[in-house]
């Protein structure tokens, strides 16, 4: 699976767009790009997924860059419960594959 | 509800101690994985199984043992040879030919040794 990078933290105001980046240069043609979060002591939680087209569902958008090396997931209205640690993880869309987790950004959302 | 369960929520152990932990669901779900987080960490894959009486080793299985005696059921037993057992468990699901193929997760055990 290709490595991700991810900032560590930011912080984002109640109400407001948050936008999580995360590069993937390695990529490969048939890896997926999938979004996750965990909040504090519980299991995490699928977000969306996406290949080449931007993808939206009632949690967040993906924004998938045209040479799919980047690509940025956007919580269009943050609430103090989306404060979590969010992963983006690249892997191919194979049965039973696994998740491999890098450190992932931890997102304060500050009222 | 369909869901994964995890028991119990929270473990102690002795040193030199075996202990299992149980994941259950009832998703139908083909596929089962048990991950390992350690403080400010992310997720490691300790061992998977993708179908019934069949399993494999991830990242980091020494001293750890499964089984997959039912579709439903996926414990994980953590052996005295694991030298730093203390950590949060995770347990996911996934079906095995699916449109998303997303992981659906457990609430965790976070076991300690004492």
């Known amino acids: 699976d290709a490595k991700t990078t991810q900032p560590p933290s930011m912080d984002c105001a109640e109400g407001r767009a948050a936008n999580l980046p995360c590069n993937h240069s390695t990529i490969s043609g048939n890896e997926y790009v999938y979004w996750y979060r965990q909040i504090h002591s519980q299991g995490p939680q699928y977000i969306i997924h996406?290949?080449?087209n931007n993808e939206t569902n009632e949690m967040a958008s993906l924004i998938i860059t045209e040479d799919r090396k980047s690509s940025t997931l956007i919580l269009p209205h943050a609430t103090l419960r989306d404060t979590a640690v969010y992963y983006c993880?690249?892997?191919?869309?194979?049965?039973?594959?696994?998740?491999?987790f890098g450190g992932g950004t931890r997102v304060l959302v500050k009222p | 509800d369909g869901g994964i369960t995890q028991s119990p929520k929270y473990l102690f152990r002795k040193e030199g101690q075996n202990v299992t932990l149980s994941c259950e669901q009832n998703?139908?779900?083909?596929?089962m994985y048990w991950y390992r987080q350690d403080p400010g960490q992310g997720l490691r894959l300790i061992y998977y199984?993708?179908?019934?009486?069949?399993?494999q080793k991830g990242d980091i299985a020494e001293g750890y043992s499964v089984s997959r005696e039912k579709k439903e059921s996926f414990p994980l037993t953590v052996t005295s040879a694991q030298k730093n057992p203390t950590a949060f468990y995770l347990c996911a699901s996934s079906m095995r030919e699916s449109t998303y193929n997303e992981q659906f997760f457990g609430p965790g055990t976070r076991l300690t040794v004492l």
């Open positions: 996406g290949l080449k």
């Open positions: 993880i690249v892997r191919v869309r194979a049965a039973g594959n696994k998740l491999t």
């Open positions: 998703l139908n779900h083909d596929a």
């Open positions: 199984s993708q179908i019934v009486n069949d399993f």
